[in-house]
């Protein structure tokens, strides 16, 4: 069943009395891959107000990023890098469109397994950023639930269809980051490109906390604002870890997977496309150019690991 998303907003006042996503002081806190900054995204609920006479919740994203002083020393600094609105209406949840300020439906209730949702549609002729220009749309693969002191919330798995441009998970990299209920996407709350950049991308959420629920990743084992000391200590336990896993790093002719069990993998370059696939232990790369590299390794049909690697750089 395909549902498609059309709302007409009366331009009455319409108030809501109780907001279950995005309670005043909530926190999302993500993680991003290994490299090229930034380094750390957080979203912040910070207050209430008013826009197309709906009530709505101001989101704050920043991003924290590795800079250099003129003295050679670095520092990290936050930067603002957007100001969302969301309102929440029938446990639908809109996002303000600055646009061509209208709302959207960004997360809905009630979906079932096997359900396409059109969250946007794609904007031909594009003269916005990518964001509200992108087709956004996926189908729900499975529903389950979890609870979160207490409070049982449901989870769904989704998978982009193939016209999407914006998503909550990117196929090509097999992630599988499901929309938690009262949080959002555990990918990124608004969603990202299908297109990805190697270095510095959004990798999940690591925590989420508001004034009833918290929450922390899986995947995530440190503390929820955890940042890598300054410049350089990072790179090197970075690959003293891959090469007990691929070796060597970096690499000329050959990369060898040292895992025992079956492993099929994926290298794509660094503008994301794929350049080698296969099962073999000794992978040839003789004839790929020089430059940064992404492994997807599939362990054993089921673990994912993603290795940033570097073909020697004369």
């Given amino acids: 069943m395909k549902t498609r998303l059309f709302y007409i907003l009366i331009l009455?006042?319409?108030?809501?009395?109780?907001?279950?996503?995005?309670?005043?002081?909530?926190?999302?806190?993500?993680?991003?891959?290994?490299?090229?900054?930034?380094?750390?995204?957080?979203?912040e609920s910070v207050k209430d107000t008013t826009v197309l006479n709906k009530l709505c919740r101001l989101l704050i994203t920043k991003e924290t990023d590795e800079y250099m002083r003129p003295d050679g020393t670095y520092y990290w600094f936050t930067a603002t890098i957007s100001k969302d609105l969301i309102y929440t209406s029938n446990d639908t949840v809109f996002h303000y469109n600055k646009f061509d300020n209208s709302f959207y439906p960004l997360y809905l209730p009630n979906l079932k397994a096997h359900d396409t949702v059109l969250v946007r549609e794609k904007v031909t002729n594009c003269t916005k950023n990518e964001y509200f220009c992108s087709r956004f749309e996926y189908i729900v693969d499975s529903i389950s639930s979890t609870f979160?002191?207490?409070?049982?919330?449901?989870?769904?798995?989704?998978?982009?269809?193939?016209?999407?441009?914006?998503?909550?998970?990117r196929s090509g990299l097999f992630e599988n980051y499901p929309i938690l209920e009262k949080i959002g996407s555990t990918k990124f709350f608004f969603g990202v490109s299908i297109n990805f950049v190697m270095e510095g991308g959004?990798?999940?959420?690591?925590?989420?906390?508001?004034?009833?629920i918290s929450y922390k990743s899986d995947y995530w084992s440190g503390d929820c604002d955890y940042i890598r000391?300054?410049?350089?200590?990072?790179?090197?336990?970075?690959?003293?870890?891959?090469?007990?896993?691929?070796?060597?790093?970096p690499f000329d002719s050959f990369l060898k997977i040292n895992i025992e069990k079956p492993t099929e993998y994926w290298l794509y370059d660094a503008s994301g496309r794929l350049v080698k696939e296969g099962m073999e232990k000794e992978v040839n790369t003789e004839l790929l150019i020089n430059g940064l590299?992404?492994?997807?390794?599939?362990?054993?049909?089921?673990?994912?690991?993603?290795?940033?690697?570097?073909?020697?750089?004369?």
């Fill in 12 to 43: 009455i006042p319409t108030f809501i009395s109780a907001q279950d996503w995005a309670p005043i002081g909530a926190k999302w806190t993500y993680n991003h891959d290994f490299g090229a900054p930034p380094y750390l995204t957080t979203i």
């Fill in 148 to 169: 979160l002191q207490g409070k049982a919330l449901k989870l769904f798995y989704n998978t982009a269809t193939k016209s999407s441009g914006w998503v909550f998970n």
């Fill in 202 to 212: 959004l990798r999940s959420l690591r925590c989420y906390q508001d004034h009833e």
């Fill in 229 to 249: 000391p300054l410049h350089g200590p990072l790179s090197i336990l970075d690959f003293k870890t891959i090469s007990q896993i691929v070796s060597p790093n």
């Fill in 293 to 314: 590299y992404l492994l997807k390794l599939k362990i054993d049909n089921s673990e994912i690991r993603t290795l940033k690697l570097v073909k020697y750089l004369l």
